[in-house]
């Protein structure tokens, strides 16, 4: 692998864990690496840590389920395959650098009823072919709560999606996405920007920004849905 790992198989594998992976140092760089792919489970009270990522699958199929705590320095989870499921119900965390998960490319679904927290963006999807992402939980970020750059994103929310320092409770860059929110969606700077993508935002809670609530940059054939129940501030 040409890392450590506490944990890895070169295999289709199948993991489950309901104690202890890995340690929170540079001795332990992954806690779980699947390179050809397969499901990893955490069960609740189950830990994964590790000095740079936490759980990485790669692989044609990924599937992670989440009900324990997964901390890593860099990425908590990381998946670079075809097609990917992610469902969180615990704790996925970035301490010192990157996102709480982060996505390339494929195609898959993200059930979020926990928290993913991370120094950039609580997720970070890039390059994805087709992404669909039920929020219920927390998706928070120092930069972004929720980066999505190019590909085809469509969000559910009805938890919170934040930015705590930098940026926008949501980014949307060079791709198209659909989002609903019943949520909160809150960015430092804003709380939903699109940059060069198209999509369309129905909003029938809450969008908060510090410069704007809602910014649609060079964008095409956007558009938004204002329920009467909305708030922007």
């Known amino acids: 692998l040409g890392q450590r ?4 198989s070169a295999g289709i594998a199948t993991v489950a864990n309901a104690g202890t992976i890995g340690s929170a140092t540079a001795a332990d760089p992954y806690g779980v690496y699947l390179t050809g792919g397969g499901t990893f489970s955490n069960a609740s009270g189950g830990i994964v840590q590790a000095g740079s990522i936490g759980v990485r699958l790669n692989g044609a199929s990924a599937a992670v389920d989440n009900a324990g705590s997964i901390v890593a320095g860099n990425d908590g989870i ?9 469902t969180n119900s615990g704790i996925v965390r970035s301490t010192t650098l990157d996102n709480g998960a982060y996505v390339n490319g494929g195609a ?3 059930t979020n009823s926990g928290t993913f927290s991370g120094h950039y963006a609580g997720l970070w ?7 669909v992402i039920d929020n219920t939980g927390t998706l928070v970020g120092g930069y972004d709560g929720l980066y999505v750059g190019g ?28 989002i609903a929110n019943s949520g909160t969606i809150s960015g430092a700077y804003d709380g939903l920007y699109f940059q060069g993508a198209a999509g369309t935002v129905t909003n029938s809670r809450k969008f ?10 060079h964008c095409f054939a956007s558009r938004l849905i204002v329920d009467a129940r909305a708030v922007f501030y």
Do not use: C, E, K, P
């Open 125 to 131: 999807l890039i390059n994805v072919g087709a992404a």
């Open 78 to 86: 990381y998946l670079h395959s075809t097609i990917w499921t992610l």
């Open 151 to 178: 590909g085809n994103a469509m969000l559910t929310n009805r938890g919170l999606i934040a930015s705590t320092t930098l940026d926008n409770g949501v980014y949307v860059r060079n791709g198209t996405a659909t």
């Open 5 to 8: 790992a506490a944990v890895t």
């Open 208 to 217: 908060s920004g510090a410069h704007a609530t809602l910014q649609f940059a």
């Open 108 to 110: 898959g679904s993200i």
